[in-house]
């Protein structure tokens, strides 16, 4: 039985938690997400964008609210999206037609989509797969002596930062969701290399681990301690969640700092498109407090929802912004401007308010067994 038909067989009360989680404003405010989303993804199905990662994210936030192809109001919306990465798939497996700077961000974001879209579906696709496959080949392939990835799908010996690492980490687990092989050692030097980017507060790496474990610390963008941002600790938090290593020490020191970030939001004051976070921080803050799930989740999540839901940009009269949301944080800052920070941030919010739903196989109940490290 395919995944997605266990999920149709489990009660609704088994894929939400509770009622706190989902609430009717919530439901109200991801459903007019989506239909911004639909009503703007245009002919070719790529949102006007030439970044398939972008094209994935609007993918993404469909497929987490459980439309899939032949599945949901929007499975067309979900196919369009779809075949878009896979008919400008290159012979090499590379998931990117923009700038070649851009190689393993579109390429990571993509694969880590289709591969959620192959366990979601009950048809066979080959085109789907055999892309899938050749992206994966390409992620082992191209992977760093060091364990990280650089911008650029070549392979060198040292990887550029952890933002680009647990892009492809993400797609690699997202394709053993699937079913797919994935090398053990390729996911091994992958948690080496996001292991690699923690840092303690006084800079000293190298120091035992025990002498890290009595001070403050986080992930950062690079591995000498540059960049220790939300999203980095976010995404490291992820990473190692998502490979098995619930034991780690480093998850509960950036869960300090993820925790702390949120606790300091203001509220959701107008309808203004803004998010507590930019939307590439809350993209993996949302997802590092439900994988760790326990008090981290119940405290937190509801305040992203709840600004999500009192922010979203509401005029009927206006569906160029009615339902959607800017890549704006709520103490300013953004990384995308314009209509693809529009589409991302949209994407993001959606994806946010549909994690209670648990459509996505990685967001699955239930713990995967720790992979090669400990």
């Excluded at 999206?81 to 700077?101: C, F, S, W, Y």
């Excluded at 899938?132 to 392939?141: G, S």
């Excluded at 948690?191 to 790496?205: E, L, Q």
């Amino acid at each position: 039985m395919t995944l997605l038909l266990a999920m149709l067989l489990l009660p609704q009360s088994l894929l939400a938690q509770g009622e706190w989680e989902i609430t009717a404003e919530s439901e109200a405010a991801l459903e007019i997400g989506l239909q911004w989303l639909a009503e703007n993804q245009g002919d070719q199905g790529n949102w006007e964008s030439n970044d398939l990662g972008l094209v994935g994210m609007g993918a993404l936030a469909f497929l987490a609210a459980g439309h899939a192809p032949g599945r949901g109001r929007y499975g067309d919306v979900v196919q369009k999206a779809l075949d878009v990465m896979v008919n400008e798939a290159k012979p090499t497996g590379l998931l990117n037609i923009a700038d070649p700077q851009r190689d393993l961000y579109n390429h990571g974001l993509a694969t880590f989509v289709l591969g959620q879209a192959h366990g979601m579906t009950t048809r066979t696709d080959r085109r789907l797969n055999t892309t899938l496959d050749r992206a994966l080949q390409l992620i082992a392939h191209t992977q760093c002596e060091d364990g990280g990835w650089d911008y650029r799908a070549r392979r060198q010996p040292r990887g550029h930062d952890l933002s680009l690492a647990v892009m492809q980490a993400k797609a690699l687990r997202s394709a053993m969701d699937s079913g797919l092989q994935v090398p053990p050692e390729v996911v091994d030097l992958a948690i080496t290399s996001v292991r690699d980017h923690y840092c303690p507060r006084d800079g000293k790496r190298g120091a035992p681990e025990a002498e890290q474990q009595q001070q403050p610390g986080q992930f950062t963008y690079t591995k000498g301690g540059g960049g220790g941002t939300t999203a980095m600790a976010a995404a490291g938090v992820v990473c190692l969640q998502e490979f098995g290593q619930y034991e780690d020490w480093r998850i509960r020191k950036n869960m300090e700092v993820i925790t702390a970030d949120i606790s300091q939001l203001p509220e959701a004051k107008r309808r203004d498109g803004s998010m507590p976070f930019d939307a590439y921080t809350l993209y993996y803050v949302g997802q590092a407090l439900y994988q760790v799930s326990g008090d981290d989740w119940r405290t937190h999540y509801p305040k992203l929802r709840d600004y999500l839901v009192a922010s979203q940009l509401r005029d009927e009269r206006n569906p160029t912004n009615h339902g959607s949301w800017y890549d704006r944080g709520a103490r300013g800052g953004g990384r995308v401007g314009g209509k693809p920070g529009q589409l991302y941030a949209t994407s993001v919010a959606c994806f946010i308010l549909a994690i209670p739903n648990r459509y996505l196989p990685i967001l699955q109940e239930g713990k995967i067994e720790s992979l090669r490290q400990n």
